[in-house]
């Protein structure tokens, strides 16, 4: 279940970003996507969520790291996506496509 309150079956894993804030630490997030939702979507402390047609995202709207991510995650296509940031401001960032066996081996190593 999401803090939207939604759930999902037929996820598909997709990406995993590795954020370097420096001092605040490496965050690791794993990116899946959803062909099938269901559930009544609520608001939470986390966020007010709307519907978009993917043609009208709200990039404006999102995190910075999230304008350069976002497309490769619509297109389908696994990857791997580095952050490092200073005082929240993105200084480099790298996207690399990945096949499905090399993102799950990843995700492996990264629960170790």
Known sequence: MEECGLKARDMQHVGVLLMDGGRSGLMEVFV?????????????D??????????????QD????ARLWWPTMLKGTPFVARFEFVDSVITSHKIDMVDGKELAQLCRDLAS
């Open 32 to 44: 899946y996507t959803a062909r099938d939702i269901f559930g009544k979507i609520v608001e939470s």
């Open 46 to 59: 986390e966020m007010c969520p709307q519907w978009f047609n993917v043609a009208e995202l709200a990039y």
């Open 62 to 65: 999102t995190y910075k790291e």
